[in-house]
């Protein structure tokens, strides 16, 4: 099977969006938008993730059996960050974290 | 005689190449599982210390951490070049260009280093070591064990991909690779852009997310 291989430019275009997005990134995390901040930075995170893996790394001319095992690794490694932080998010009791351990320690004889 | 050699299980280079390639992507996938990990523990502290967590950010040199991230970008484009370099039988190219990988990676090593050392100053140091006065609640100390460890953990890993690189450069520079023939130039590139990946997301979990 011929794979067409990407050229110079190609990578220079890539490279010239990574640096793009970087600045973008770096830009709007002076924003005053509270927790929005950090959802755009990690959604401007992903995509160059997304473009190092597709085109530096070549994963858009790869078979899919090697397209399949970084894509279910990327996604165990969600839903390890996703269910970690669901239990202190829904976390009934208060406070959320652990009580400091002078003030959990047992009182008395 | 190119150094090049068909392994007697496979029937076409391109059969074992494409072994080479699913081995490679496992090993980098169990790398994205470990490092998963830690950006779980951040995250779930985060979600129990938001406004110490948010403090600590803003504590950290954003202009080292930004130039790092700018640096780390850069390499991974240097050291695509290389593959491109190869496939375009430029084969004079990969040498300096892994050279100037290389360089990148030291450079981004010693900003990491100054950080460090104004870090230790200050009395951040991680776990128990903690003795900054300035952050004295408990989850200044979590975040700054977690920043200790994962960019601990990254950097050993920036260490790891300048000596593959290196050893790569020394190849390189007896002319072994060839459009036909540089898989294993490719395996050690993919390893220094997993290396840039991991640090795309440390760059905004210690420095960017301040809100």
Redesign the interface.
Known sequence: METR????WH??I??VA??GL?VL??GL?FLP??????AI??L??AL??LL??A????LVE??F??RL??S???A???I??V???L???TRKTFP???M?LEASAPVGP | MNGHRLAEQFSTFAKQDHAARLGMWGFLGSEVTLFGGLFALYAAYRAMYGHEFVAAVGHNNLAIGTINTLILLTSSFTVALTVWAARAARSKLIAPLLGLTILLGCVFLLLKGIEWSQHFHQGILPGLHYRNREMQEFGAKVFFTLYFIMTGLHAIHVVIGIAVLGWFAVQAGRRLYTPEHHVTLEMATLYWHLVDIVWIFLWPAFYLMRG
């Open positions: 291989h990407p050229s110079f990578y220079g890539v490279y990574l640096m970087a990134s770096f995390s938008i509270g927790g929005w901040q950090d930075a990690i401007i995170g160059k993730a190092v893996a085109y530096f790394m070549h790869q078979r059996a090697n095992v970084p279910v690794a990327v165990l490694a969600v390890l960050v269910i970690t932080t239990d202190p998010i959320r974290a652990p400091p």
